[in-house]
């Protein structure tokens, strides 16, 4: 049965060994190829946790990126990286800066793709960050205008988009998660998607977080993407009332798992908020997923969470099928 | 005169190791292993080196550097009695977070909350140190409240409390009082609001007092400002284009101006010429103009700083030397 499929917004929390080991890289203490290979291994140690939990299409995730817009922005062309900026608290990271003309030089996530999908028989889901969060995310002391810049960025994720289809991806998720905070350049991250799905064959999804989602609805349903991912858990489910006045028009994914809270989300709250996307939505156009990316808890903390979310599923689709 | 000012915060960290880092400290204090005093003498040693910073590339208002405010209101709310601090959430448009505060009773200010802290600064600065505090409606916005349920309430409620605390801070030498409103530039249909929590918060303030707003602008609100005891306001004209919007179509405004130039959210320099030229076309229009950066330097990478800043020092003072002395 292909309706309510699970899956997960991308990043995984990283095991102790690996955050050791990318500490260790950085102050020079341990070489390039033995970090690649305790990311494979953690790529390996999440995948099989993935298909044991039963997840339906899963990620690679993310073992071997950082900053989510710095980790594209350092493979690419034109950009450098900045000093540390502090994002909240006593944690500091360093920012992309765009000096130059923005271009790709060779893939960037593909090998990672590939690597991925050949450890499982279930679907793998391409991971990219959008164009505009990118640049909202970056310093730029080269582009003209943000448009200018915006664009550039979409043509790169482009190319790389087309890769990971090349490479055999059914599923491309380009998230957007700044594009909720700026609802005055929502134009430009349509125009921005645009190019960046541009004749992909591939569900095309996007991911938006934590914003004011009011201010860009219904303008939003303009992304060029099949599914919009959104947080809902976290605002109980309060948002699916807005797509009850004005009809949402492509796929959900359906953010069940409240991914800031440490306890585990109770079934019965994962299940009430289906049950309320079913109202509006036939389940074939409902992906279940956590309300946004799972590094920020434990490993044990992400996995408990996951396991309610498919059990939750399960329970709902006996009850669809009269059981 | 013309004079340079910054709005508020400074890179807490620096990259080099010439001072023990407040990232380590407060890292090892978080461990257990520095004591509260250790803590202490490390921001105040960087509180130092950040005044002296500011001093040496010839900013003629300084700050404090903020280096203890994990945001703008944390440090208050965790101090104000009915508070209590949640979970992380966006600042305003910036890929930054900070700790939102909620409001779960009666709130209460017991004691002065940042006077010792400005009291350290002020004997070790020789310029002009002005005090900070979040303006009353932008405290509002930023919190949650669970206890008044009313937002009006809570502004005015809030802007008691400030001014006690902006009370405290002139009786510890402060002559300058600004009140941080970014807020407002988001919700402008509440400029009243805010403006009668402004009125309220600056209350019987001997002190020169305003307000600093920023990514944003004023247009269509600005004029309800200068209705207002406070001495000046300041603007972004960095984030947008509604205040050079704004300010063309003003010959002369009643009030000092505080004018946010040069871009705090961006790394890339600013053209000289364009600036001077700016800065030029103001001049005209108020009794007195303090050139800054549009928002607080904490967005930038602590390299950014000192070439933004004497970049803003050295056109103003161009600005000043073919003005002559006004
Ligand atoms: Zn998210």
């Known amino acids: 049965m292909s309706a309510l499929l699970t899956t997960s917004v991308g990043s995984f929390p990283k095991p102790d060994y690996l955050q050791k080991a ?237 991914v800031h809270r440490h306890e585990t989300d109770s079934k019965e709250k994962v299940k009430k908020g289906i049950k309320k996307a079913l109202e509006i939505f036939p389940p074939e156009r409902i992906y279940v997923d956590p309300d946004c990316g799972l590094k920020t808890r434990t490993p044990e903390e992400a996995f408990a969470k996951l396991k309610v979310m498919v059990e939750a599923r399960n329970e709902i689709r006996l009850e669809l099928q009269g059981g | 005169m013309i004079l340079t000012t910054v709005i508020g915060n400074y890179p807490k960290i620096t990259e080099n190791a010439s001072l023990p880092s407040i990232r380590q400290a407060i890292h090892q204090h978080d461990e257990g292993r520095l004591i509260d005093a250790d803590l202490e003498k490390v921001f105040q040693e960087n509180t130092v080196r950040v005044i002296r910073e500011q001093e040496a590339l010839g900013i003629d208002i300084i700050t404090d550097g903020q280096l203890l405010w994990e945001d703008i209101v944390t440090p208050l709310a965790s101090k104000i009695e009915g508070f209590k601090i949640n979970g992380l959430t966006r600042f305003f448009n910036n890929n930054v977070y900070y700790r939102q505060p909620v409001v779960v009773g009666k709130l209460l200010w017991k004691s002065p909350i940042t006077v010792e802290n400005f009291r350290f600064a002020k004997s070790k600065a020789t310029h002009i140190l002005k005090a900070v505090l979040p303006g009353p409606f932008t405290f509002a916005a930023l919190s949650e409240d669970t206890f008044y349920h009313n937002e009006r309430t809570l502004v005015l409620t809030l802007a008691e409390i400030l001014n006690q605390e902006a009370k405290a801070l002139e009786a510890a030498g402060a002559t300058i009082l600004q009140f941080d409103e970014p807020a407002l530039v988001f919700h402008k249909e509440k400029a009243l609001l805010a403006i009668e929590g402004l009125q309220k918060a600056m209350a019987g303030l001997k002190s020169k007092k305003g307000i600093r707003t920023y990514f944003g602008d004023l247009e269509g609100i600005f004029d309800s400002f200068l209705d207002t005891d406070m001495d000046f306001i300041g603007l972004d004209f960095v984030s947008s284009e509604g205040n050079r919007n704004l300010l063309k179509k003003k010959k002369k405004i009643s009030k000092s101006l505080g004018a946010g130039c040069v871009d705090a959210r961006n790394t890339r320099l600013e053209n000289p010429k364009i600036l001077k030229d700016f800065i030029q076309e103001l001049v005209e229009k108020t009794p007195q103009l303090y050139v800054s950066p549009n928002c607080g330097l904490e967005f930038l990478p602590y390299a950014s700083i000192a070439p933004k800043l004497s970049r803003l020092v050295e056109v103003v003072r161009q600005c000043n030397a073919r003005g002559g002395v006004q």
Request: glycine share 6%; with cysteine.
């Open chain 1, 22 to 258: 990318r500490n260790d890289f950085y102050r020079g203490k341990l070489d390039k190829g033995k970090l690649h290979e305790l990311e494979q291994q953690a790529t390996r140690e999440v995948i099989q946790k993935q298909e044991e939990i039963g997840l339906d299409i899963l990620v690679d995730g993310e073992m071997y990126r950082g900053d989510m817009a710095t980790y594209f922005a350092e493979q690419l062309e034109g950009f450098k990286i900045s000093g540390l900026v502090r994002s909240y608290g006593n944690r500091y990271y360093r920012k992309p800066v765009a000096v130059g003309r923005i271009r790709r030089k060779t893939p960037i996530t593909v090998s990672w793709y590939t690597f991925a999908q050949s450890l499982t028989q279930k679907p793998i889901k391409g991971m990219l960050t959008g164009p505009y969060t990118i640049m909202d995310w970056s310093f730029d002391e080269y582009y003209p205008s943000r448009r200018a810049f915006a664009l550039d960025l979409a043509e790169v994720i482009h190319e790389e988009a087309a890769d990971l289809e090349k490479a055999g991806a059914k599923y491309i998720q380009i998230d957007e998660p700044a594009v909720s905070t700026r609802p005055e350049e929502i134009d430009l991250a349509i125009e921005a998607m645009k190019i960046v799905t541009k004749g992909l064959k591939a569900k095309t999804i996007t991911h938006i977080c934590y914003g004011d989602f009011e201010k860009i609805y219904p303008q939003m349903l303009s992304l060029a993407v099949d599914q919009i991912d959104l947080e809902l858990a976290n605002r109980d489910f309060a948002l699916l009332d807005l797509f009850k006045k004005q009809p949402f028009t492509k796929e959900i994914g359906l953010g069940v798992l409240d």
